[in-house]
Structure formats: C-alpha cells, structure tokens
C-alpha cells in the first residue's frame, strides 16, 4: 500500500507540511515494508490554473503538459491513500492548492481517482480551518474518494503545528486508522 502526503503550501517546511509529514511518520513508525509513504511539497512547483477549456472531457487528462502538474497527478494516481493538506487562506485552500484540485477536473470524467483512501489537513492561525477543510473534503468526495478523516491544526509562524497537541494527537490517530486499513485488506 502506498501513502502520498501532499502539502499545497508555498512554504516548503510550513505547518502544513509539516502535519502532513506527522501522518507519514506515524505510519513509517510501524517499520512495515508494505506500506510505503512519500511526502511532495507544492511549494516551488509550477501550476497553472485551469482554463476550463473542456478539452479534457474527450482527453480524459488536462492538455497541458509543460508545468508541473502532469508528474504530481501521476503520482495520486500511484498511491492507495491520499493525505492532502492546505493552510488556511481566507478561510479556504491556498491558491497553488486550488489550482491543482481545478486541473483534476480532466480525472474526474472517467473517476480516475475513485477507490482510493483520502485524508483532509488544514492549518490555520485563527479561523477558517473548517472552511478549509470543507473544500479538501468536497474535492475528495467528489473524485469519490474514501473518507479516512481529517485533521485541524492551528499555528501561525512555520513550526507552531508541532505545539498543537490535539492536531498531533489526531495525526497519530489517523496513522494508526490507515495502518488499520492495510492490515485490514491484507488478511
Ligand atoms: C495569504 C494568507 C491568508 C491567510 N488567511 C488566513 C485565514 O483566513 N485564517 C487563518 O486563521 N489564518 C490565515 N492565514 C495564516 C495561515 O493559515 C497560517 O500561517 C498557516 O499556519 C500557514 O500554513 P503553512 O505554514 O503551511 O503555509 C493566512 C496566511 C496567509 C499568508
């Protein structure tokens, strides 16, 4: 079975990243070689928007290949659970984020993504969390992914998530519900 944790922060070692990292390492912690995790940070990368051209539709994949979202879709299409994660922003997904779940559109016609396993992550200062999970949630369900939870972390500076004792109490627990879940299938 494979985990891919996706952080869709600008900030490459921001609380995001770094909550979506916890679940991995929970799973990791078990010592299981059959459960594999990796960990891709949005940060840095290219996305551009969706143009809503619907070209997609026929394609049955977005026809733009020169940025970086072609490799990372390849990606959740390799993996058996998703933990994706965004800060807060608006009291929403980040923007890097958003563009990324508008270009799925072009894997949403054939359910390309169905089946698999999804955890919602949101980090936010204040408020704003919910919202945010709410649309992480709405992406998942619509691909018609498996709720496997969510996690809310609060903090505001890169690195305050890690004082979050009940978002890092919840990232153990959702570890150990995936790892549930592998055990579960194997036998
Ligand atoms: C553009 C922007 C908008 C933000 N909007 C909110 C918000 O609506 N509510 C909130 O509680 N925090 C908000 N924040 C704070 C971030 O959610 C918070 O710093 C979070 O920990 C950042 O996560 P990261 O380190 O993974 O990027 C905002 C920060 C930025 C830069």
């Known amino acids: 079975m494979h985990v891919l944790g996706i952080s869709g922060s600008m900030r490459p070692e921001g609380n995001t990243a770094l909550l979506v990292q ?33 070209k997609c539709k026929k394609k049955k994949w977005c026809i733009f290949e020169e940025d970086d979202w072609g490799n990372i879709a390849r990606r959740i ?25 508008d270009r799925t559109y072009s894997l949403y016609h054939d359910r390309k993504l169905a089946g698999r396993g999804g955890v919602a992550v949101a980090v936010c200062a204040d408020r704003g969390g919910e919202r945010t999970l709410e649309t992480l949630e709405g992406f998942l369900s619509t691909h018609e992914f498996n709720s496997m939870g969510y996690v809310l972390g609060k903090g505001y500076h890169a690195g305050d998530v890690l004082k979050d004792k009940v978002a890092m109490e919840k990232a153990r627990e959702t570890s150990e519900r995936i790892v549930r879940l592998y055990k579960k299938k194997s036998h």
Do not use: W
């Open 22 to 54: 916890k679940i991995l390492e929970g799973i990791d912690h078990h010592g299981m070689e059959e459960i594999t995790t990796e960990f891709i940070s949005l940060a840095g990368k290219q996305i551009l928007p969706c143009r809503g051209c619907e």
């Open 77 to 101: 299409l390799e993996c058996d659970v998703l933990v994706l994660g965004s800060p807060a922003y608006y009291f929403d997904v980040c923007g890097q984020l958003k563009n990324f779940i």
